[in-house]
């Protein structure tokens, strides 16, 4: 069965600092990948999705995912984080009708 | 204004006490599912439904029950709720059944059960 890893379950950067958050997958094929936000009390916003073509994408709110087959990793990033960037960030992975998530990495951002 | 709406938005009830969440999308969606949220686990997915009288078991689906009568609604049912359904749950939709597009979540529904 496919599954996803977020290795990271909590992150803290400095506002105006760059951002990485990781994220590996196990599956045979090349699922669908996507990267969703999460703010608190709030539901779901998709970010960003990889579907096929360039490996790396661009989102909403700055920020980019780059797949790398070789790595079955689809990380996220962006250059300089914005306060109002903290939240909890999903990445998931979708084939045929199974929508995995993982379980999460909480971003916490520093003035 | 497209969207996805769940109602409760808060509930807390009493072990036993049958309940239904309702989830209904205004977008003719085909593919409707229902997730549940808990820490350090992200979200799982409960049921989904790739149309009306169609759906399928999730990762989860012990304790819930699902219907599809109409495209726009996907009611989840606990026919006998028990604490460890004590969760954040999530309904979402997305255009089309056998492809995949961008899932449009519902605000979530907390629910509490003693």
């Known amino acids: 069965a496919q599954s996803v890893t977020q290795p990271d379950i909590h992150i803290t950067v400095s506002e105006g600092a760059s951002l990485e958050l990781r994220c590996n997958y196990s599956y045979g094929a090349t699922p669908y990948l996507f990267w969703y936000v999460q703010s608190p009390g709030q539901g779901l916003q998709l970010l960003l999705k990889y579907f096929s073509g360039d490996t790396l994408v661009q989102g909403i709110k700055g920020f980019e995912a780059e797949f790398k087959r070789s790595q079955s990793s689809f990380n996220l990033r962006k250059p300089s984080v914005h306060w109002s960037d903290a939240a909890e960030y999903f990445c998931a992975v979708y084939n045929n009708n199974d929508m995995r998530f993982g379980a999460g990495t909480r971003l916490t951002v520093k003035p | ?114």
């Not at chain 2, 769940?6 to 599912?33: A, D």
């Not at chain 2, 304790?63 to 599809?68: A, L």
Request: net charge positive.
């Open chain 2, 1 to 114: 204004e497209a969207q996805v709406t769940q109602n409760p938005r808060y509930l807390i009830t009493v072990t036993g006490k049958k309940l239904t969440v309702t989830c209904s999308q205004n977008m003719n969606h085909e593919y409707m599912s229902w997730y549940r949220q808990d820490p350090g686990l992200g979200l799982r997915q409960i049921y989904y439904s790739m149309n009306v009288e169609v759906t399928d078991k999730g990762d989860v689906p012990e304790g819930y029950k699902v219907s599809r009568k109409e495209k726009r609604n996907f009611p989840l049912i606990l026919e006998s709720p028990s604490p460890n359904q004590t969760s954040l749950y999530f309904c979402a939709s997305n255009p089309v059944s056998g492809s995949y597009n961008e899932q449009f979540f519902g605000p979530g529904t907390r629910l509490t059960v003693l």
